[in-house]
């Protein structure tokens, strides 16, 4: 069974310019959410999707991050424009049902911005 | 507010025991899990308490004191592989399930 994975792995771009990272969840797991580690810091929850629709969404820092989830398979969190602020790793991770279900992490895309 | 609270860092010998410490301030909590991250790595899941009490897989094993709002991972025999970093991770009923983060402890092992 293949796991989490996220594209791409590492992405520097310049403040002001636009990037799109995408997560593919493992097949049947309904539940996706999306996180960021800025250096040194914790895992900050940004949002959770439930098959296509946003369950919670109430980590997301403002209105430059806009994330979907077509069909309810793999999601796409695209930045624009891009702040210095933004850099950091962003950690896609799939669960199926269930409040206490394990949550599978993909290896993350390390994003610069310059 | 919520918030988890662990040792930056642990340094231990190999083949020793080592415990990571974790107390937290939640409004509804629902249990803590714990994950292990290398370098680079996305975060792997080890274990999760939803009752007090010691959960044991392996040379792993994790403690939960709801009436302490405290936790612990608990690693024996170390290898120099466990070298890594450790979160531990409220999920909370107030903030929709969703997973709260410690800041993670990094696990330095010495031969």
């Known amino acids: 069974e293949a796991g989490v994975t996220q594209f791409p792995s590492h992405s520097v771009i310049e403040k002001g310019q636009t990037v799109t990272l995408r997560c593919d969840p493992i097949?049947?797991?309904?539940?996706l959410y999306w996180y960021r580690r800025v250096m040194g810091k914790e895992i900050k929850f940004l949002l959770h999707f439930v098959k296509e629709s946003k369950q919670d969404e109430s980590g997301m820092p403002n209105n430059r991050f806009l994330a979907e989830r077509t069909g309810g398979t793999y999601s796409t969190l695209k930045v624009q424009p891009a702040e210095l602020e933004d850099s950091g790793v962003y950690f896609c991770?799939?669960?199926?049902?269930?409040?206490?279900?394990?949550?599978?992490f993909g290896q993350g895309t390390r994003l610069t911005v310059v | 507010g919520q918030s988890l609270e662990q040792p930056s860092e642990v340094t231990a010998v190999e083949g020793a025991i080592v415990q990571i410490n974790c107390t937290y301030q939640t409004s509804g909590f629902y249990g803590l899990s714990w994950y292990q991250q290398h370098d680079g790595g996305a975060p792997t899941f080890l274990s999760y308490?939803?009752l007090d009490g010691l959960e044991e897989t392996g040379r792993f094993s994790s403690f939960l004191s709801r009436s302490d709002s405290y936790g612990y991972l608990l690693l024996q025999e170390l290898q120099m592989k466990d070298s890594a970093s450790y979160f531990c991770a409220v999920r909370d009923r107030s903030s929709n399930y969703q997973l709260i983060w410690g800041a993670g402890t990094k696990l330095i092992i010495k031969p």
């Open positions: 308490n939803g």
């Open positions: 097949s049947g797991h309904d539940n």
């Open positions: 991770a799939s669960s199926r049902q269930g409040v206490g279900a394990e949550a599978f």
